[in-house]
């Protein structure tokens, strides 16, 4: 399965969106009030959407999962502009590190990556960490269900086999998840095989269904560790 969208849930889909296409230089595929989608630029990569649905009772107070981004060698300079389109610095018990934590519009934190030379190719996005209860078997779950490959790291990771754009990032948890994530991924199911074939593989890999009342034509399961993900449908031919 291709993975397709990180989904970000938004109280107001146009400001969030305006704040990630600006910051990520993204280009915009869906611009309405209830959705904005944004396609990541990475060269000879994979091809990865920004998706940002319309989303009451939010609740990002703990993330288990967030977006990573390359600041390099001019961190500081990428960190001035990201606060001119409406971030803000951030203190989430970080302590001293060498990257710099900052808050999009709607509070939703984020990291600013100092050069790393792992992250040379991965363009504007660096990488999604998610919380984890066993980061190696999570690692090999999601490899098995996109394809994504082992990479070093200081945490087990992916990243497409291209050898660019994000990396997938699987950090140890601090405690169970106890609510829903506000921010997911998305994989779509290949050409030639079924819904209902992909999400029985999804299972198979140690995938997890959620009982949920939503009316969609997707699938909504939880990964080993209890991270929401959703199947797409094969594309329309």
Not at 54 to 76: C, F, M, Q, W, Y
Not at 194 to 201: H, N, V
Not at 223 to 228: A, F, I, L, Q
């Amino acid at each position: 399965m291709r993975l397709e969208n990180i989904v970000i849930d938004a109280a107001e889909p146009a400001v969030l969106g305006a704040f990630w296409r600006d910051a990520v230089g993204a280009q915009t595929l869906t611009w309405t009030p209830e959705l904005v989608e944004l396609r990541l630029d990475v060269p000879a990569g994979p091809e990865i959407d920004l998706c940002l649905p319309r989303v009451t009772g939010i609740d990002n107070s703990a993330p288990r999962a967030h977006l990573d981004l390359t600041g390099g060698a001019d961190k500081e300079a990428v960190v001035e502009r990201l606060c001119g389109l409406g971030a803000r610095p951030v203190d989430i018990g970080q302590g001293r590190v060498p990257w710099t934590v900052l808050a999009d519009p709607e509070g939703n934190p984020f990291c600013v990556l100092e050069f790393r030379p792992e992250y040379a190719d991965a363009g504007p996005l660096a990488g999604v960490p998610m919380d984890s209860a066993d980061p190696d078997r999570d690692a090999r779950f999601w490899g098995a269900l996109t394809g994504w490959e082992g990479c070093d790291g200081a945490v087990p990771s992916l990243r497409h086999p291209s050898g660019r754009g994000p990396r997938l990032e699987f950090c140890p948890e601090l405690e169970p998840k106890t609510r829903k994530n506000h921010l997911h991924l998305d994989v779509r199911t290949p050409e030639g095989m079924t819904l209902g074939e992909a999400t029985s593989l999804a299972l198979t890999l140690g995938a997890w269904e959620v009982d949920h009342e939503w009316d969609v034509p997707w699938t909504i399961l939880e990964d080993p560790s209890g991270n929401e993900f959703c199947i797409l449908p094969p594309s329309a031919s």
